[in-house]
């Protein structure tokens, strides 16, 4: 590995460290404590201060000398326990849920219901409310959702759509309005059977072996088909880019993922490809609705090439009835990462809450983005502020112009 030069760059943009304070959670603290012969691996400390890491890459972006530092932090990991850090049985459960993804249709029925009840008779100050805030706009109203993806008109072909485990299952909400984006370009979307989680999460916990074990079902099953693969969420997108790194040592399994790798395409790069200068025309005497767009971590720090955020605006800009949003000093990390808000829940609410304060200071009418796991997290803050804001996928946000189902 590449020497840390010590010169704290990644101390000054760490979302964890600006909370805690501990230099052990920078970049730099953990590259230290593992070139301490006796002490990797051993202890719970050291596990926990190793769990502490939202895998962000802010710091690998700074880093004078190109350290890879999610990389040597999940490593590092690979080394530990099934189970470890703080609440490491939650993370553990959580992982094998996602191995598992269909199982997360009955916990939206549950959630749904249990959103509905929590409305009619809980208090304001119940708990469970913002437990439950992940399914409480879909009761409040929503587009009509569907299990799946229709054929629709496909005057320019059959685009292969990889949802993702909550696009699918949790949220189909998603799934419903890239399908209505997708006809009114002329394509079709069709999920092929057997799809796994992408494997973002087994392998931020250092289980390189189930990471490799997603991306195997997810190669042989997308490699039944062939053109581009249309991808909806962030974060699956920045985990299958990366899919070549999981096979580094198995050149059959490698030549493989650079082949799926080559057809993947993100939503709002598609979108700002292929949808019209201007979606709509500006509706004389009114209000322009103000939105607040999220940008993913993964494409706002560009690691790997993959910094995507004029795209998203580009796509968004086209409609003049939005007006766009923006923080005076740039994105910044909303701290869910993965599994990290659930085992690390009060360094993430803080991360959470410092955010949103900023953004809420803007007076949004809508907060959208294209990472599930940001708009879980930005659903949970909106609620916990009690602000009338709607939290919306972009795919959402863009099936309400008029776009949606007009002819092109």
């Given at each position: 590995m590449i020497s840390c030069a010590k010169c704290g760059a990644c101390s000054v943009v760490c979302p964890v460290y600006r909370v805690t304070g501990q230099e052990a959670h920078t970049a730099r603290g953990k590259i230290h404590l593992t070139q301490i012969p006796e002490l990797p691996g051993k202890g719970v400390v050291f596990e926990d201060i190793f769990s502490k890491c939202l895998l962000c890459g802010a710091c690998s972006a700074v880093c004078p000398r190109g350290i890879d530092v999610c990389r040597e932090v999940v490593q590092a990991r690979s080394a530990f326990p099934a189970v470890y850090g703080a609440h490491g049985y939650k993370k553990y459960l959580a992982r094998k849920a996602l191995a598992h993804p269909e199982i997360l249709a009955p916990l939206r029925v549950l959630g749904r219901a249990g959103a509905e009840f929590v409305s009619r008779y809980l208090p304001?100050?119940?708990?469970?409310?913002?437990?439950?805030a992940l399914f409480k706009q879909e009761v409040e109203g929503s587009p009509a959702q569907q299990d799946g993806v229709s054929s629709g008109l496909s005057q320019k072909g059959v685009l292969t759509y990889f949802p993702g485990c909550t696009g699918r299952y949790l949220f189909p909400e998603i799934v419903t309005s890239c399908q209505c984006l997708a006809v009114s370009l002329g394509y079709s979307l069709h999920v092929p059977d057997g799809l796994s989680c992408c494997g973002l999460a087994a392998l931020s916990a250092g289980d390189k072996r189930e990471a490799q074990n997603c991306a195997r079902k997810n190669i042989t099953v997308l490699e039944q088909s062939s053109g581009p693969v249309l991808i909806s969420c962030a974060s699956c997108y920045a985990h299958l880019r990366r899919y070549r790194e999981l096979f580094e040592d198995d050149s059959v399994w490698r030549i493989k993922a650079d082949a799926l790798v080559a057809r993947l395409v993100e939503l709002s790069c598609f979108l700002d490809q292929h949808l019209p200068q201007e979606l709509a025309t500006q509706e004389s005497g009114k209000k322009k609705l103000r939105v607040y767009y999220h940008d993913p971590c993964h494409f706002h720090h560009g690691l790997e090439g993959m910094k995507i955020m004029t795209e998203?605006?580009?796509a968004l800009g086209r409609n003049p009835n939005i007006d766009l949003l923006e923080l005076p000093d740039g994105p910044e990390c909303c701290g869910q990462g993965g599994l990290f808000h659930i085992g690390a829940p009060d360094i993430s609410v803080l991360i959470r809450d410092a955010l949103a304060a900023k953004v809420l200071a803007l007076a949004p009418d809508v907060i959208t983005s294209t990472c599930s796991?940001?708009?879980?997290?930005?659903?949970?803050?909106i609620e916990a502020s009690g602000m009338p804001v709607r939290v919306l996928?972009?795919?959402e946000l863009l099936t309400s112009s008029p776009v949606c189902g007009s002819e092109k």
């Amino acid at each position: 590995m590449i020497s840390c030069a010590k010169c704290g760059a990644c101390s000054v943009v760490c979302p964890v460290y600006r909370v805690t304070g501990q230099e052990a959670h920078t970049a730099r603290g953990k590259i230290h404590l593992t070139q301490i012969p006796e002490l990797p691996g051993k202890g719970v400390v050291f596990e926990d201060i190793f769990s502490k890491c939202l895998l962000c890459g802010a710091c690998s972006a700074v880093c004078p000398r190109g350290i890879d530092v999610c990389r040597e932090v999940v490593q590092a990991r690979s080394a530990f326990p099934a189970v470890y850090g703080a609440h490491g049985y939650k993370k553990y459960l959580a992982r094998k849920a996602l191995a598992h993804p269909e199982i997360l249709a009955p916990l939206r029925v549950l959630g749904r219901a249990g959103a509905e009840f929590v409305s009619r008779y809980l208090p304001e100050e119940s708990g469970l409310r913002l437990s439950l805030a992940l399914f409480k706009q879909e009761v409040e109203g929503s587009p009509a959702q569907q299990d799946g993806v229709s054929s629709g008109l496909s005057q320019k072909g059959v685009l292969t759509y990889f949802p993702g485990c909550t696009g699918r299952y949790l949220f189909p909400e998603i799934v419903t309005s890239c399908q209505c984006l997708a006809v009114s370009l002329g394509y079709s979307l069709h999920v092929p059977d057997g799809l796994s989680c992408c494997g973002l999460a087994a392998l931020s916990a250092g289980d390189k072996r189930e990471a490799q074990n997603c991306a195997r079902k997810n190669i042989t099953v997308l490699e039944q088909s062939s053109g581009p693969v249309l991808i909806s969420c962030a974060s699956c997108y920045a985990h299958l880019r990366r899919y070549r790194e999981l096979f580094e040592d198995d050149s059959v399994w490698r030549i493989k993922a650079d082949a799926l790798v080559a057809r993947l395409v993100e939503l709002s790069c598609f979108l700002d490809q292929h949808l019209p200068q201007e979606l709509a025309t500006q509706e004389s005497g009114k209000k322009k609705l103000r939105v607040y767009y999220h940008d993913p971590c993964h494409f706002h720090h560009g690691l790997e090439g993959m910094k995507i955020m004029t795209e998203p605006r580009k796509a968004l800009g086209r409609n003049p009835n939005i007006d766009l949003l923006e923080l005076p000093d740039g994105p910044e990390c909303c701290g869910q990462g993965g599994l990290f808000h659930i085992g690390a829940p009060d360094i993430s609410v803080l991360i959470r809450d410092a955010l949103a304060a900023k953004v809420l200071a803007l007076a949004p009418d809508v907060i959208t983005s294209t990472c599930s796991g940001c708009l879980i997290q930005w659903r949970l803050a909106i609620e916990a502020s009690g602000m009338p804001v709607r939290v919306l996928h972009m795919a959402e946000l863009l099936t309400s112009s008029p776009v949606c189902g007009s002819e092109k």
